[in-house]
C-alpha cells in the first residue's frame, strides 16, 4: 500500500512537470490575439442612444502583428469595403456607413487574424444611424441676430430724452 502510494506520487510529480515545461519554440508560438483599438463612432449605449449620421466615415486600428489581408469588416453578413494604410504600429482600418442603413440600427463586426500561428480575434459594436443628416447652419442667421437689436435701441434713446425734458 505504501510503495502504490509513493509510486503514484512520483508519477503524478513527473506528469505536472512535464505539462509545466515549455520551450522556447512552443513560446514563440503563444497567441497575441489582434485588439481593435480608436474606433471612431459612437456606440448606441442605452441611456444615452448615440446616433451617427447616415454615410459616415469611420476607423479603428489593429496591431501590426495582424495580417492586413485577413481582415473583415461585415454588416449583416455583407462585406463593406475598406481601406487600409499600415506602419510599423499598426493598421488603420477606414471604411463608410453604407446609406442603406439610414435611420436603421446595425452591427459592425470585425475579425482579423495574427501573422503567425492560429489566433484571431472578433468583436463588433452596435450602431444606430440618424433617419437624416443634422441640419448645417449657415452663418447668415447669427449675423441677422445681433442686426435686429441694433434698431430698437436707435428709437429707444430718445424716448429717455422725452422724459428728462418733462421734468
Known amino acids: 500500500m505504501k510503495l502504490t502510494k509513493s509510486v503514484l506520487l512520483t508519477a503524478l510529480l513527473l506528469m505536472n512537470g512535464a505539462a ?19 474606433f471612431t463612432l459612437s456606440e ?15 476607423s479603428f486600428k489593429v496591431p501590426v502583428w495582424t495580417n492586413k489581408d485577413t481582415i473583415k469588416l461585415t454588416v449583416k453578413n455583407q462585406a463593406i469595403p475598406f481601406t487600409v494604410e499600415s506602419n510599423s504600429s499598426f ?7 453604407p446609406a442603406e442603413f439610414t435611420g436603421k440600427f446595425f452591427r ?25 443628416a443634422p ?16 434698431a430698437p435701441a436707435a428709437p429707444a434713446a430718445p424716448a429717455e430724452a422725452s422724459p428728462a425734458s418733462a421734468k
Open 44 to 58: 448606441y449605449k442605452m441611456p444615452e442612444q448615440h446616433q451617427v449620421a447616415p454615410e459616415t466615415e469611420f
Open 91 to 97: 493598421h488603420k482600418v477606414t471604411s463608410k456607413i
Open 135 to 150: 441640419a448645417a447652419t449657415t452663418e447668415t442667421a447669427p449675423a441677422e441676430a445681433p442686426a435686429a437689436p441694433a
Open 20 to 38: 509545466l515545461a515549455y520551450s522556447p519554440e512552443e513560446l514563440a508560438k503563444e497567441c497575441h490575439k489582434p485588439k481593435f483599438t480608436d
Open 108 to 132: 459592425l463586426n470585425v475579425s482579423a487574424k495574427v501573422i503567425e500561428g492560429i489566433c484571431h480575434e472578433e468583436t463588433g459594436w452596435l450602431i444606430k444611424v440618424a433617419d437624416k
